[in-house]
């Protein structure tokens, strides 16, 4: 069975201070492993796919890594207004999983000004 | 305008009664989804359908139902509702054919079953 472990659970920056949220997964050849931003009560905005272990993907102070075992979201001199849940998800190359997302619960970030 | 939209946003109804939750994208996908999100559960795949004709179960099905009316078309149903259905609702659309596993969320529809 798939799965996807993400920590913290909840992290507390000061403006600009940088740090990294993790994803670890488990899963039965990885097609795909994605990274998406959820503001309170709205949908998940997709931010990233990775396909294989090495791969890195950049998105204004955010950048994404992957190895073998697991992900990470470097965000580099956060601002107040990337304060949000930071979702991870896998997909299978195949097998009866094969096209479905599993997600971690999330790690909930909030940037002091 | 929005490439997934979702009606209605907000629903408050009472138990027993039925509902639908309407999904219409204009991204040109072929695939559709249903996730429900709960505090502490995360997002859950309720169904899922890779085009018109195959609809699909998720992990957790039970008391729905769903219909692909078209392409761009999913909705779900609560056939008599109960308050432990009372969740954010999602639905997500992805390119099958294209090979782009990525998933596109809609807004979300919070339903309230009291």
């Known amino acids: 069975e798939d799965q996807v472990t993400q920590s913290p659970e909840a992290l507390r920056l000061q403006e600009g201070e940088s740090s990294s949220l993790n994803c670890s997964y488990t899963?039965?050849?990885?097609?795909?492993l994605f990274w998406y931003r959820q503001d309170p009560g709205k949908g998940p905005e997709f931010l990233f796919t990775?396909?294989?272990a090495g791969e890195e993907k950049e998105k204004e102070r955010l950048k994404a890594t992957l190895t073998k075992k697991e992900s990470f979201l470097h965000i580099t001199a956060p601002k107040p207004e990337d304060s949000a849940t930071y979702l991870c998800?896998?997909?299978?190359?195949?097998?009866?999983?094969?096209?479905?997302?599993?997600f971690g619960q999330g790690t909930i970030l909030t940037v002091h000004p | 305008d929005a490439d997934v939209t979702q009606t209605p946003r907000n629903r408050i109804t009472k138990t027993g009664k039925r509902i639908m939750l309407e999904c219409s994208q204009t991204?040109?996908?072929?695939?559709m989804y249903w996730y429900r999100q709960d505090p502490g559960l995360g997002l859950r795949l309720i169904y899922y359908?890779?085009?018109?004709?195959?609809?699909n179960k998720g992990e957790i099905s039970d008391g729905y139902s769903v219909s692909r009316q078209a392409q761009a078309k999913f909705s779900l149903s609560l056939e008599s509702a109960i308050p432990n259905q009372t969740a954010l609702y999602f639905c997500?659309?992805?390119?099958?054919?294209?090979?782009?596993?990525?998933?596109?969320f809609g807004p979300g529809t919070r339903l309230t079953v009291t």
């Open positions: 998800a896998v997909t299978p190359a195949g097998g009866t999983s094969y096209g479905k997302l599993t």
């Open positions: 997500a659309t992805s390119d099958g054919t294209g090979g782009r596993p990525e998933q596109y």
């Open positions: 899963v039965s050849g990885l097609r795909g």
């Open positions: 991204k040109g996908h072929d695939r």
């Open positions: 359908s890779f085009d018109v004709k195959d609809i």
């Open positions: 990775l396909y294989s």
